[in-house]
């Protein structure tokens, strides 16, 4: 069989799906032949209006014509972003599946305003695309959560929706504890506990509670360091930090390579990373998997990753999301049973079984198309 697996313009997180099930579908179908299809790279940071304007024409005129010229048994748009896409190929009767990862920006409207020139275009181009998926033979939903949101927002059937969740790379594990202590020796960090957070700075990403909760964790006299990885702090996050005398307990650690987020898993202690919408959450399997406990949220698709593996929490009680900390702080029987279930469950979402389910799919489309 020949599969076009579609990209969009780099991005960290799509990258990491995208290179996960290629290298999924080679383990589970060696005899497959996978096309890669990449757009144009382009600086999503500039401000020119001429790159603007070419990244346009990249997603929505080239790339798509691009990929119509390819031939294979299925085209697999890795991101709902993309699958106006769809639109395109199935002008020519091309079997199209999608995988959709969240429609988190039905629920914030204002989540592209910090992060794009022209919001309003943005949001008009965004759903636009989004609604290609009407049009594709499957979806491929991450989650539960998001498999209920793809159905009720955009009224795409349950038939043609199968929940098949992400995976977790097998770089991530645990490493020697010498390892983490040198980790911290080199940064300085003398603390008790070392609590971390991954990801972006989306308001959904809730990093405000968060350095509330880590301002009840000084106030209580708890000896931690904080440490975020990912995008930087906000203004406003950094007047807060300043504002609470915090500076000495928080350490931004950029956006280091893969290698270097094992390491500093490996150096924390505890991850901190209740959001209050994910559509699934790979931080979190990331975390399990080399072996430490996280606390996140009780709501969206955090159960779902965590199960009982970790400690949910109200995302926007900042007391609670303190006192799961102190919990795991002082009781170490505790902290080790999450441990343990950790790396347990984190040994259930592998890239092999998340392209084997994904294949079947593949293989039903043909034979029924």
């Known amino acids: 069989m020949r599969i076009a697996i579609v990209r969009m313009i780099p991005e960290f997180s799509m990258d990491v799906y995208t290179n996960g099930i290629i290298s999924g579908f080679r383990a589970v179908r060696p005899d497959w032949e996978i096309l890669d299809l990449k757009p144009q790279p382009i600086d999503r940071k500039s401000r020119s209006l001429l790159l603007r304007i070419k990244k346009y024409y990249e997603r929505f005129w080239r790339f798509p014509q691009q990929v119509t010229q390819h031939k294979a048994d299925i085209f697999h748009i890795i991101d709902p972003s993309e699958a106006h896409i769809t639109y395109w190929l199935k002008n020519q009767n091309k079997n199209v599946v999608v995988t959709c990862h969240d429609l988190v920006n039905f629920y914030y409207k204002d989540n592209l305003k910090n992060s794009v020139e022209l919001p309003f275009i943005s949001r008009a181009m965004w759903l636009y695309a989004i609604k290609g998926m009407k049009k594709a033979d499957s979806i491929v939903a991450v989650s539960s959560m998001t498999a209920k949101d793809t159905n009720q927002i955009l009224d795409i059937e349950s038939a043609r929706i199968s929940v098949i969740p992400n995976a977790v790379d097998q770089i991530f594990q645990p490493l020697l504890k010498e390892q983490a202590k040198s980790f911290r020796q080199q940064r300085d960090i003398t603390s008790d506990l070392c609590l971390l957070n991954v990801g972006s700075n989306?308001?959904?990403?809730?990093?405000?509670?968060?350095?509330?909760?880590?301002?009840?964790?000084?106030?209580?006299?708890?000896?931690?360091?904080?440490?975020?990885?990912?995008?930087?702090?906000?203004?406003?996050?950094?007047?807060?930090?300043?504002?609470?005398?915090?500076?000495?307990?928080?350490?931004?650690?950029?956006?280091?390579?893969?290698?270097?987020?094992?390491?500093?898993?490996?150096?924390?202690?505890?991850?901190?990373?209740?959001?209050?919408?994910?559509?699934?959450?790979?931080?979190?399997?990331?975390?399990?998997?080399?072996?430490?406990?996280?606390?996140?949220?009780?709501?969206?698709?955090?159960?779902?990753?965590?199960?009982?593996?970790?400690?949910?929490?109200?995302?926007?009680?900042?007391?609670?999301?303190?006192?799961?900390?102190?919990?795991?702080?002082?009781?170490?029987?505790?902290?080790?049973?999450?441990?343990?279930?950790?790396?347990?469950?984190a040994k259930l979402f592998t890239w092999e079984e998340t392209a084997e389910q994904i294949a079947q799919i593949y293989e039903k489309l043909v034979i029924n198309n």
Do not use: W
């Open 202 to 345: 989306h308001p959904r990403k809730n990093i405000t509670n968060i350095l509330k909760a880590i301002n009840i964790l000084k106030q209580n006299k708890l000896s931690f360091h904080f440490l975020k990885v990912g995008a930087d702090f906000s203004e406003e996050q950094k007047a807060y930090i300043q504002a609470q005398g915090l500076e000495s307990y928080i350490s931004y650690l950029g956006k280091p390579d893969k290698q270097g987020l094992l390491e500093i898993y490996n150096a924390a202690d505890i991850l901190i990373a209740p959001s209050l919408h994910e559509g699934f959450g790979i931080t979190l399997l990331e975390a399990m998997a080399c072996g430490i406990p996280v606390i996140s949220s009780k709501v969206s698709a955090m159960p779902e990753v965590v199960g009982d593996a970790g400690i949910l929490v109200e995302p926007t009680d900042s007391q609670a999301i303190a006192d799961a900390v102190c919990r795991l702080y002082n009781n170490p029987d505790y902290y080790e049973e999450l441990v343990k279930k950790g790396l347990v469950r």
